[in-house]
T-cell receptor
Framework: GAVVSQHPSWVICKSGTSVKIECRSL??????MFWYRQFPKQSLMLMAT?????????EQGVEKDKFLINHASLTLSTLTVTSAHPEDSSFYIC????????????FGPGTRLTVL | AQSVTQPDIHITVSEGASLELRCNYS??????LFWYVQSPGQGLQLLLK??????LVQGIKGFEAEFKRSQSSFNLRKPSVHWSDAAEYFC????????????FGTGTRLKVLA
């Protein structure tokens, strides 16, 4: 149980286009989901925390107009990278918290974004 | 504020040798602690976790970790390393309250010599 999926697993896009990444909790409801960014050979950096039905909370230095997060249901959160540029190329990982009192995050397999 | 330190960026061991990866945390309350492994281009796989109770935690793939409150440490160990253990290892601490965010260490890259 507690499986999180991400789609797509990898995407290549042209500079200036927008890309949407989906994060789904497959067998549980997730009130809270998290989005991380990971550069090569670096650790995970929390970008934002999203709660179902409310606006996401972004970490300092993360542009909310650049990285749009929507958490419209208890099983789906989306991250849209708007007007992507090569510097946005990265590995994006989502996670979901089990229920409203879970003590653990369950991670998706990640999405590799390459912006040409 | 909580923080996690993994002092060793790279570690190289011979196959069959024992392994210990260090993790130190800073957090005011009792932390929730995790170890994850990541192979190149892959997502995170949970090795083990500590919430409370027995301070020696057994995980998957033969790994274990010991929570030592007096040393603010949660070191990961394996008695005999296999070549397939070569990967990046991350220690993480969870706040256990509020939005329950994680704070990740910088990671330790393990290389295994045949």
């Amino acid at each position: 149980g507690a499986v999180v999926s991400q789609h797509p697993s990898w995407v290549i896009c042209k500079s200036g286009t927008s890309v949407k990444i989906e994060c789904r909790s497959l067998d549980f409801q997730a009130t809270t989901m998290f989005w991380y960014r990971q550069f090569p050979k670096q650790s995970l950096m929390l970008m934002a925390t999203s709660n179902e039905g409310s606006k996401a909370t972004y970490e300092q230095g993360v542009e909310k107009d650049k990285f749009l997060i929507n958490h419209a249901s208890l099983t789906l959160s989306t991250l849209t990278v708007t007007s992507a540029h090569p510097e946005d190329s990265s590995f994006y990982i989502c996670s979901a918290r089990l229920g409203i009192s879970g003590n653990e995050q369950f991670f998706g397999p990640g999405t590799r974004l390459t912006v040409l | 504020a909580q923080s996690v330190t993994q002092p060793d960026i790279h570690i190289t061991v011979s196959e069959g040798a024992s392994l210990e990866l260090r993790c130190n945390y800073s957090y005011g309350a009792t932390p929730y602690l995790f170890w994850y492994v990541q192979s190149p281009g892959q997502g995170l796989q949970l090795l083990l976790k500590y919430f409370s109770g027995d301070t020696l935690v057994q995980g998957i793939k033969g790994f274990e970790a010991e929570f030592k409150r007096s040393q603010s440490s949660f070191n990961l160990r394996k008695p005999s390393v296999h070549w397939s253990d070569a990967a990046e290892y991350f220690c993480a601490v969870g706040t256990g309250s509020g939005t329950y965010q994680y704070n990740f260490g910088t990671g330790t890259r393990l290389k295994v010599l045949a």
